[in-house]
């Protein structure tokens, strides 16, 4: 029963449909699984011969969706029954075009191969794989591809169930974090616990994953040893009267990786490469991948100020040995702009470490190489779609990965309301006290009641605004402000329901 709890646990919500409609079968595709190293033969279809429940209950989790208002019909898309063991060719059946339209958004971003991966590595398949798309025997579509457009209200389904992987049995249950249960949270107790917070204040189970010990006393040994000579000693200083903070800490712990990893580079005159991986630590800890915050940190006066063409022409020379090596790859598209060389980059660089699989050093990083990938998608297309199944692979391997929850929600705002707030609550409900995005996730809820009913909100507006205000105030030294386009909106929200008389 629990097993089939788990399959029945999928993200999004759909309007019913009568059953009648759902069993007649709409149209099909062929989904191939091949293996990534041609030379090893049909390993991944030997597999399926030895395993054939396991594996296609592993295709079938990381392909199927079913209508969490409807369990008893079947599953859009739904997977077959058998699989031809040509590599792996498995039949995908639509009952409906929206089902067609959902496969078709996770086989174009990352989501649906990184699934797969992850599915079969868990019933022992543990190759790196690819996947592809024939015999398309869809209505009134060509071979290999495009059909007709589903309408706004079709589209704007589909982009929620993709905003909804985030907090999805999928993204749960896959987590790989260190200290994950591995137990999903169900999301309306998340929903109906913020309404609660919403007039008490923290829930019991908020304020418990909070610090429960004091403030740690340090030392003046301590302090002396964290206060020592180095570009970031200023930064360093001001996080320290905030230790009990468990974001302070975390950057506190950035600080020493960034430290030691220009300490590496510039000892040896930018002749050994060891310290990159120190310098791509400190990022990941401090969870920054936006261009301009990497240049920043790795070049700036005040900051680690790097020498750039000397760092430059140690990745070039360490690629020229080694164009496999995710360190200087990643250390590298990084640094590129917003733009599609940059999402290139990326992609290279996630395809080269799920080849070389646990072995690789930035394999343990994969959240953020595809939060790095979401965010970029993000802001070169502006496509919705593509941007959440980037992050939702993000959450496979990290299901609490603070900014990929918060810009999932941020992404979220023009698909859906509704989901846009869950996606925040869902945010500010996991994150720690003084994460550096809470005051905006507060002001940005401000903003989307006030897109509702301000009337009917009045009170989840006015604790929001307050709570803005309150994690603003408490900001960490270093922390940039909330932004202007961010709270001006909140704030002119806040102004137009203090100025109705109150009921």
Known sequence: MAEQAR???QAGQAAAQPVIEMMAEWGRVYLRITDVWLARGLAIGAFYLANRYLTMRAVRRAVERRDPDNPDQPADPQVGLEAEVDSLLVPVIFYSQLGYQYFTSILNGP???????????????????????????????????????????GEERVLGWLAELQISEKASILSTAAGDSGIPEDVSTVASQEDVEEEAGPSQAKRARLPQQPPAQVTPTAQQAELQEGPLKRQRA?????????????????FSCLERGEAMLTRRGYQQGEGVG??????????????????????????????????????????????????????????????????QAINHVIDIVLQHGETDPMYKHLAYKYYALGGTVWQTTRQPAPALSAFASALMHKSDH??????????????????????FHHYIHTAPTGHHSVPSAHYLLVTLYGRQDPSVHRDRILHHYNMAQQADSYRLPGFNPVRIWLKDPARRVYEQVMAQPHK
């Open 111 to 153: 989501f649906l191969k990184a699934c797969l991966q992850t599915e079969l590595e868990k019933v022992g398949y543990k190759e790196p794989i690819d996947v592809s798309v024939e015999k398309w025997e869809l209505p009134n579509l060509l071979e290999g591809g495009a059909g007709p457009l589903m309408g706004m209200m």
């Open 7 to 9: 399959d029945l646990a």
């Open 402 to 423: 603070l900014p990929t929850l918060y810009f999932t929600a941020l992404c979220s705002m023009d698909v859906s309301v509704p989901q846009a707030i869950r996606q």
């Open 238 to 254: 001001g996080l320290l009267q905030h230790k009990d903070s468990p974001t302070a800490q975390t950057w506190l712990k950035a």
């Open 278 to 343: 120190h310098l791509l630590e400190g990022l990941v800890l401090m969870e920054l991948a936006e261009p301009d915050a990497v240049d920043t940190f790795l070049y700036g006066q005040s900051w680690l100020h790097l020498d750039r063409p000397k760092l430059n022409q140690l990745t070039s020379t360490q690629l020229q040995a080694n164009p496999d090596s995710t360190t200087y790859l990643l250390i590298q598209a990084l640094q590129l702009p917003y733009g599609h060389s940059r999402q």
